[in-house]
């Protein structure tokens, strides 16, 4: 069975920091893109940041740049996030894109066929 499971999520108080990851069994994570995906109550999902299956090549959303910082290593993806704020408030997702070794990665959504569970972010005073 195909499973992404993500971890790391929690409360933490404006300006803290987190770090997600994100893991998978029944399949080789290295081989494939991975997305970082947020949604917070009432606002649709929103792109936050990717990295291509070699980590060669990383893009994110502008409201989360220069705060946000996604990585790879031993067959898990990170997500480690600083200077948090409300608005960054919200479950993120972990994301498989559709195609082995893809050498670059978007934020659309609808390229990532597999999903993790969700891991909940408050950042909250």
């Known amino acids: 069975q195909l499973q992404l499971v993500e971890s790391g999520g929690g409360s933490v108080q404006p300006g803290g920091s987190l770090r997600l990851s994100c893991s998978a069994s029944?399949?080789?994570?290295?081989?494939?893109?991975i997305g970082w995906f947020r949604q917070a109550p009432g606002k649709e999902r929103e792109g936050v940041s990717c990295i291509s299956y070699s980590g060669g090549f990383t893009d994110y959303a502008d409201s989360v740049k220069g705060r946000f910082t996604i990585s790879r290593d031993n067959a898990k993806v990170y997500l480690q996030m600083n200077s948090l704020k409300p608005e960054d408030t919200a479950v993120y997702y972990c994301?498989?894109?559709?195609?082995?070794?893809?050498?670059?990665?978007?934020?659309?959504?609808?390229?990532?066929?597999?999903w993790g569970q969700g891991t909940q972010v408050t950042v909250s005073s």
């Open positions: 994301a498989v894109h559709r195609m082995e070794f893809y050498r670059q990665c978007v934020l659309t959504g609808s390229q990532y066929p597999g």
């Open positions: 029944g399949f080789t994570l290295d081989y494939y893109a």
